[in-house]
């Protein structure tokens, strides 16, 4: 069977949370992902999102992070995601969800980000 | 390299991970650019998602299978299953939305429109018959 979802979370510095997910993010992943992600972004004002390692992205794994930016973005905080594989960031763009949540290259420019 | 395989599943999380495995190994296979085959894995990936979320509520024996051909410049799909009529063309992509108001649903609708060069389907017999076709 192919590699299951994970998702690492790192406290960074000025009450950032780093949220790393790596591997499939298709129905079977968010599924595992969902229930934390949701915990985490509940809690936290700032998160930034490192996509490097979602190997697949679906609608379903979309749905996982607009929930967790809406979350966010409700107290006024930040959501940032980054780094996404060539074909994650062409999901982004065709769903519009890069209109909705700041996208960037890197873990810096995400921390940048959060700062505005 | 043309090449061709089916594989038989049941509408579970579990079943579409089988599949991504399945399909990758098919693909790798093949000589299929990999951008085509990215195309046709989400395209029934949203496919399959569907079904688990909606298309089997009523139905005793869920079945589903999944028929494809790859070769380069072209992938196409077969699907069968015995779920709920659903005509994925009849769907409208959603209109724009901004994050507050936003309904976290509809995305796979507006994917499988823009990666799919061509959808038919048809319900025969109490069976759907969906065929999508990529195309470089």
């Given at each position: 069977m192919g590699m299951d979802m994970r998702l690492e979370q790192t406290s960074l510095p000025d009450n950032i949370l780093l949220v790393k997910l790596i591997g499939p993010l298709d129905i079977a992943g968010a599924g595992e992902v969902d229930m934390p992600f949701s915990v985490l972004s509940g809690k936290h004002d700032k998160v930034i999102v490192d996509l490097?390692?979602?190997t697949f992205l679906a609608s379903i794994g979309i749905r996982v992070l607009v929930k967790a930016a809406r979350a966010v973005n409700g107290r006024k905080g930040r959501f940032v995601v980054f780094g996404p594989t060539e074909d994650a960031r062409k999901v982004l763009r065709s769903t519009g969800i890069d209109t909705m949540i700041p996208v960037v290259a890197d873990q810096t420019a995400a921390i940048s980000e959060c700062a505005k | 390299m043309s090449l061709a395989g089916w594989i038989r599943l049941s509408p579970t999380a579990a079943e579409v991970s089988r599949f991504n495995d399945w399909f990758d190994r098919r693909c790798a296979a093949s000589d299929i650019e990999k951008s085509l085959a990215a195309d046709m894995k989400l395209c029934i990936n949203e496919v399959l998602a569907n079904f688990i979320s909606y298309?089997?509520?009523?139905?005793a024996n869920p079945s589903i299978v999944v028929n494809v051909w790859l070769r380069p410049g072209r992938a196409v799909a077969r699907i069968f299953d015995n779920g709920t009529y659903f005509d994925f063309r009849k769907w409208e992509r959603p209109a724009d939305r901004d994050l507050p108001t936003a309904?976290?649903?509809?995305?796979g609708i507006a994917l499988i429109k823009e990666r799919a060069s061509r959808i038919c389907y048809g319900r025969f017999c109490g069976v759907n018959r969906l065929k999508i076709i990529c195309e470089a």
């Open positions: 490097a390692g979602v | 298309g089997f509520k009523n139905t309904e976290p649903g509809g995305y």
